[in-house]
């Protein structure tokens, strides 16, 4: 029951180029979604949410877009730094009172330097 | 910046063992979760907890696992007896309220090796 997809396991940029990190659901009663970053040894670290409201959240280097008619978020990382290199996680939530959150698999994102 | 902190960082037990695993959530916050990822896999959702008791809890969660707040500030997620599919690592997760949707904040995760 995968209802958070991301389809590319791993993902190598460039330094100060763009990184777009895709993620696609399957459930309609989605209304939060979040991005997290991840390192080794660590927990999940919250970076990014969009409430289905909007289609667009945008935070300094990281923006969010929601296309909710094709089921699709993206993160986009401009520019995109050696530190950012690390394993992202879309996750999504629906109102069900106990804000459980749905994660996808994970892209493993790589920023050469 | 409050964080939520868990004990111990990694935990070896053998098959057939009880492990509690214990999670300090951030002070003010209300709803408490684990979520545990095996190796290479996704994160998963195991139960949240609110109000002193369990709100949801995932297929995952059967019989052998418990939750306890046994004060006012520890939250453990208890194993009863351990199988080998059980090693992963387990984070567990605070939240205040959805007001404003503020996000879900992690621990680093308590590694479970069952040997």
């Known amino acids: 029951d995968q209802q958070v997809k991301q389809n590319s396991p791993s993902l190598s940029v460039q330094e100060g180029r763009i990184s777009i990190l895709n993620c696609d659901y399957t459930n309609s009663m989605f209304d939060y979604f979040l991005w997290y970053k991840k390192y080794p040894a660590e927990g999940p670290t919250f970076l990014i949410s969009?409430?289905?409201?909007?289609d667009k959240n945008e935070d300094g280097r990281f923006t969010v877009f929601l296309n909710k008619s094709a089921k699709h978020l993206s993160l986009h990382i401009v520019p995109s730094q050696p530190g950012d290199s690390a394993v992202y996680f879309c996750?999504?939530?629906?109102?069900?009172?106990?804000?459980?959150?749905?994660f996808g698999t994970g892209t493993r994102l790589k920023v050469l330097a | 910046e409050p964080e939520v902190t868990q004990t111990p960082s990694h935990q070896v037990t053998q098959m057939g063992q009880e492990v509690i695993l214990r999670c300090v959530p951030i002070s003010n916050h209300l709803y408490f979760y684990w979520y545990r990822q095996i190796l290479g896999q996704k994160v998963e959702f195991l139960v949240s907890?609110?109000?002193?008791?369990?709100?949801?809890k995932s297929e995952i969660f059967d019989d052998q696992f418990s939750v306890e707040r046994p004060d006012g500030s520890n939250f453990t997620l208890k194993i009863r007896s351990t199988k080998l599919e059980d090693s992963a690592m387990y984070f567990c997760a605070s939240i205040n309220d959805r007001a404003g949707n503020s996000p879900l904040h992690f621990g680093n995760g308590t590694r479970l090796t069952v040997t």
């Open positions: 996750a999504a939530s629906a109102p069900s009172g106990t804000y459980k959150y749905i």
């Open positions: 969009i409430s289905s409201i909007k």
């Open positions: 907890f609110y109000n002193n008791e369990i709100s949801e």
